[in-house]
């Protein structure tokens, strides 16, 4: 399967995804480029999935019906997300085009916020 890794999603994500093939913003150099923009590109490339941590991206963006799933995930920060590894790699096995599936990948609290 083709995924995408928006510029937000952890890198170090793509080496638990071996069976799939991972490109990324960098990569592509695809740098700069706006949503719906980079929306028509993914369709346009033929990427099965696009993995996001942009929770507003489905609020600005017509998501729905696309030739490829949408995953969004709770959390981008790479301590809490490596937890959540399976469930990321099963969302990403399991997606369907055209559809938007959130990943509860764990919440990031800026230190101020923890409670102790």
Request: glycine fraction near 6%.
């Amino acid at each position: 399967m083709r995924v995408f890794f928006d510029e937000d999603v952890p890198r170090k994500l793509a080496r638990f995804l071996a069976l799939h093939q991972v490109a990324t913003v960098v990569s592509m150099n695809w740098g700069g480029i706006k949503n719906g923009d980079l929306l028509t590109l993914i369709e346009t490339e033929g990427f099965e999935v696009f993995l996001t941590g942009d929770k507003n991206m489905a609020a600005e963006q017509r998501l729905e019906g696309r030739s490829f799933a949408v995953l969004v995930m709770s959390a981008i920060n790479w301590p809490i997300v490596e937890p959540h590894v399976d469930k990321i790699v099963a969302a990403i096995d399991a997606a369907l085009p055209g559809t938007v599936e959130t990943i509860d990948c764990g919440v990031y609290l800026p230190q101020s916020k923890r409670t102790e």
